[in-house]
């Protein structure tokens, strides 16, 4: 994300995604839900306030004269509306959504109060999160992970086959695999920049290295651009291989597998490495090294998954055993 070419906010938001962008040292994915988001929400309490024409589109509706006076006016019933509104009057906000939201609100407020001392009181202190219906992730059963490897052919099959080994093996973000380059190789372990350009070491088996190995016995940047010559993974075309091709290929991988291909994403690779992880010994506090979690409450839901174990732990108390006299 460009911020230079960026000219519909008001500059208060742009010192916010400036300071986002070069002091925390967020990602471009981070810095455009803070951007959208927080251009909804002005063009929102401008209609809400009766600031422009009904009949004005809301995507028309001009925000760069928003300054300081205008956020120190919003009231907090203001961004409660704000949480579950919808530019598209049919079109209801997922709890996720819903939950971005206010985090970005949350953190604007929180740099304008706590990093610029602009305004006095941080409203969104008293701001709730909507409520997020838990759900335990999906993941592939190790016979399943066979399968998918096993369809691994073909003149990509041995990156393919190393991209897959990698996700199952190692738990990485499809954004970490996709940065790798040949100089974060290591002998048993990988060097990956996480979220917030967190660096962090992850090692890996055997049975990856000779994945690794193979790959980069084919691997081949003869005609690939200059700039992408060091990106682990070549595409077909002869660049870094992209976040929409490892989708692409996972959704050919698992129909040829013959596993459902609109139940996992690359990102239910990372959730199938951390089970398998955690139902093999791995306790929760190197699970969250592992999968770079800056918070270990995100780490723990991998810990409702084991039911097979917390059975074998109910049953192992003899109290639970004895019958009635």
């Given at each position: 994300m460009n911020l230079d070419q960026i000219?519909?906010?008001p500059d208060i938001l742009m010192e916010f995604l400036q300071y986002h962008t070069s002091v925390r040292g967020h990602s471009e994915r981070t810095v455009q839900a803070y951007y959208m988001d927080l251009k909804i929400l002005f063009r929102y309490l401008k209609r809400k306030r009766k600031s422009v024409s009904p009949d004005l589109p809301f995507a028309e509706i001009d925000i760069t004269d928003v300054d300081l006076d205008f956020i120190k006016a919003i009231k907090i019933e203001e961004l409660y509306g704000y949480q579950s509104f919808s530019p598209e009057s049919r079109q209801s906000l997922s709890a996720a959504s819903r939950c971005r939201r206010t985090s970005s609100v949350k953190s604007f407020f929180h740099y304008l109060c706590n990093k610029r001392h602009l305004l006095e009181r941080n409203i969104t202190q008293e701001?709730?999160?909507?409520?997020?219906?838990?759900?335990?992730?999906?993941?592939?059963e190790e016979s399943d992970c066979e399968k998918l490897l096993n369809v691994c052919d073909g003149p990509f099959g041995e990156r393919d086959y190393c991209i897959l080994m990698l996700f199952m093996s190692c738990g990485l973000r499809v954004s970490e695999l996709v940065s790798l380059n040949v100089t974060d190789l290591y002998e048993d372990h990988l060097r990956v920049f996480g979220k917030g350009n967190k660096e962090r070491v992850i090692y890996f088996g055997d049975g990856c290295r000779e994945?690794?190995?193979?790959?980069?016995?084919?691997?081949?940047t003869e005609n690939v651009a200059e700039n992408d010559k060091l990106a682990l993974f070549i595409s077909q075309k002869n660049r870094r291989f992209g976040v929409r091709g490892v989708q692409q290929m996972l959704?050919?991988?698992?129909?040829?597998?013959?596993?459902?291909?609109?139940?996992y994403s690359p990102h239910k690779l990372r959730h199938t490495a951390a089970t398998l992880m955690l139902k093999n010994g791995v306790d929760t506090r190197a699970l969250q090294e592992v999968l770079g979690h800056s918070n270990l409450n995100t780490t723990q839901i991998y810990t409702h998954l084991d039911n097979a174990a917390l059975h074998e732990a109910a049953l192992a108390n003899p109290i639970g055993r004895k019958h009635k006299a």
């Open positions: 000219n519909d906010i701001l709730d999160m909507p409520k997020r219906q838990a759900s335990l992730p999906r993941y592939l994945a690794i190995d193979d790959y980069l016995m084919v691997r081949n959704e050919k991988k698992l129909l040829l597998a013959g596993l459902d291909a609109t139940r």
